[in-house]
């Protein structure tokens, strides 16, 4: 079982950049693929960015260039940053960790944060 629990989210301008943070709990972390969601208001739950096990990373268009995702294992936490934030970034923003099969890649295990607000506004 592992648990996952986001930080680091709050109100900040236009522009502005926050950096969000998702410690998971249990053993195995290094083996976890890992990605935050976000999901505004109305609107279904969207990937923002992932990082695999091997640490590659995979970027929604709306936020590349913008935020960065990376994770470090020795702390069993994955980071997202976030620059130039906009109001439409605006959602709560939940961690995501994926286990999975090395040969056939299904799924063997997830798990969901309890996700943090994000609200851009001035």
């Known amino acids: 079982q592992v648990q996952l629990v986001e930080s680091g989210g709050g109100l900040v301008q236009p522009g502005g950049s926050l950096r969000l943070s998702c410690a998971a709990s249990?053993?195995?972390?290094?083996?976890?693929?890992m990605a935050w969601y976000r999901q505004a208001p109305g609107k279904q739950r969207e990937m923002v960015a992932s990082?695999?096990?091997?640490?590659?990373?995979n970027y929604a268009d709306s936020v590349t260039g913008r935020f960065t995702i990376s994770r470090d294992n020795t702390k069993n936490t994955v980071y997202l940053q976030m620059n130039s934030l906009q109001p439409e970034d605006t959602a709560v923003y939940y961690c995501?960790?994926?286990?999975?099969?090395?040969?056939?890649?299904?799924?063997?295990?997830?798990?969901w944060g309890q996700g943090t607000q994000v609200t851009v506004s001035s």
């Open positions: 995501n960790g994926q286990r999975r099969a090395a040969f056939t890649g299904n799924v063997l295990y997830e798990y």
């Open positions: 249990g053993s195995m972390f290094s083996d976890y693929a």
């Open positions: 990082i695999t096990k091997f640490g590659s990373t």
